[in-house]
């Protein structure tokens, strides 16, 4: 059985390496998405076979992917290892939220590794053109795909391919459920299909399930512009084009605002339940106010970013020689520290602190320990008693309550 890999032409059809018996392998494969004559993997036509059928022991099987898992190493040098566990997790959306990832000069082919939010294997893929690829998983599975490692080949080689692909199976303990189960596989190979059962409903079902696809990937910070597909949204299915490849110039400006991006990201080292830890901050936008300065930042915590508008007052690092940005650090540090939740929605209960958009004295009200990074510093900030602590109130008045009845 053949695996269909999402997408239009940058994506092929490879067939699945046999892992449960010494059979053939078979020259069937599922229809996939028209690949222009021409493009298929191997440089063949779309009608030829890809892969020869053997009657090769498992264990024989094995043993060739894993020498030609080797040579793939020696002679792919964009990729330093093509070991799963040691190549680099990188993130699909980068800082800017577009998806852009750095594919070397010479690159014919990859294999790439889809992960989810919390790192898990989520499915793997043949790609001619990776940026492209990434595009087209993420826009099928934005709650899937997080993160991906990847395999960058200077030959289109599909022997090779389906090598990494099975050696990458046999160190994680077996195929991922994108690959291994057929609802899932459909999933990231095909296009959403809208789910219309009248003919007549299909053009309506699929524009709605753009919509929502789009609504989702926006949510994830995604800045990267997404068009359906007007004949499949005719069919009731959805998926977007594909982005037109970047010129030099666009290569160099997107290359300087990385730079620009990295210059207003700092890094910063504490110490998170007796552990090192370290979380990245990016100052998207610094205003004056009367009162101060309002920053709008980014903050990134064990590989998930979250945004966030803070006012940080005068009386904060006027009187102490501080930067208003070293507050803002410190305020971070000293909320990851007490595991404040960094996203809220809705309407929030009076136990919830507004972490999306509030004033450094309304921390300052909620954590009496919090001139604590003050003194740490070798300063001394007004301590309690100068807020009413509206969020302590019922406590307070309980514990009254309990000493007037000596309990």
């Given at each position: 059985m053949a695996d269909t890999l999402a997408g239009p032409s940058?994506?092929?059809?490879?067939?699945?390496?046999?892992?449960?018996?010494?059979?053939?392998?078979?020259?069937?494969?599922?229809?996939?998405?028209?690949?222009?004559?021409?493009?298929?993997?191997?440089?063949?036509?779309?009608?030829?076979?890809?892969?020869?059928?053997?009657a090769?022991?498992?264990?024989?099987?094995?043993?060739?992917?894993?020498?030609?898992?080797?040579?793939?190493?020696?002679?792919?040098e964009p990729a330093a290892s093509s070991t799963l566990s040691e190549l680099d997790l990188v993130p699909v959306l980068n800082l800017q939220g577009m998806i852009e990832p750095e594919?070397?000069?010479?690159?014919?082919?990859?294999?790439?590794?889809?992960f989810d939010e919390g790192k898990k294997l989520q499915f793997v893929g043949f790609s001619k053109d990776l940026r492209n690829s990434l595009r087209t998983v993420f826009s099928r599975r934005p709650d899937k795909a997080f993160f991906y490692k990847a395999v960058n080949l200077p030959q289109l080689d599909q022997n090779e391919m389906v090598a990494i692909r099975t050696a990458w199976f046999e160190e994680v303990g077996g195929a991922?459920?994108?690959?291994?189960?057929?609802?899932?596989?459909?999933?990231?190979?095909?296009?959403?299909?809208?789910?219309?059962?009248?003919?007549?409903?299909?053009?309506?079902?699929?524009?709605s399930q753009a919509l929502e696809l789009l609504v989702m990937i926006k949510s994830r910070g995604c800045k990267e512009e997404f068009v359906a597909k007007p004949d499949l949204l005719l069919e009731g299915k959805v998926d977007f084009e594909p982005a037109a490849a970047l010129t030099e110039e666009e290569l160099a400006q997107r290359r300087e605002q990385a730079a620009q991006l990295s210059k207003a990201?700092?890094?910063?080292?504490?110490?998170?339940?007796?552990?090192?830890?370290?979380f990245e901050l990016r100052i998207r936008n610094n205003y004056k106010t009367n009162g101060g300065r309002m920053f709008d930042v980014n903050v990134t915590f064990e590989d998930r970013e979250t945004t966030h508008r803070v006012i940080v007052g005068k009386e904060y690092y006027e009187d102490f020689d501080l930067d208003p940005e070293e507050v803002l650090v410190m305020t971070f540090q000293f909320l990851l520290k007490k595991k404040t939740p960094r996203q809220t929605e809705g309407m929030l209960l009076s136990s919830?602190?507004?972490?999306?958009?509030?004033?450094?004295s309304e921390v300052d009200q909620w954590w009496s320990d919090f001139v604590n990074e003050w003194t740490n510093i070798g300063k001394t900030l007004q301590g309690d008693g100068k807020f009413w602590r509206m969020?302590?109130?019922?406590?307070?008045?309980?514990?009254?309550?309990?000493?007037?009845?000596?309990?």
């Open positions: 940058h994506f092929q059809v490879l067939p699945r390496a046999s892992l449960k018996h010494s059979g053939r392998q078979y020259h069937k494969r599922i229809p996939a998405l028209k690949i222009p004559k021409g493009r298929a993997l191997s440089g063949k036509t779309d009608e030829q076979v890809l892969f020869q059928s053997g090769a022991s498992c264990r024989g099987a094995h043993a060739r992917n894993r020498a030609m898992l080797s040579c793939a190493a020696a002679s792919a594919v070397p000069a010479g690159t014919a082919a990859s294999v790439f590794a889809i991922p459920t994108g690959n291994k189960l057929a609802m899932e596989r459909k999933a990231w190979s095909e296009p959403v299909a809208a789910g219309a059962i009248s003919e007549r409903g299909r053009l309506e079902a699929a524009k990201t700092r890094t910063v080292a504490f110490t998170l339940d007796d552990e090192p830890s370290q919830q602190f507004n972490i999306n958009y509030f004033a450094i969020n302590r109130c019922e406590t307070d008045l309980a514990v009254a309550w309990l000493r007037r009845h000596g309990k």
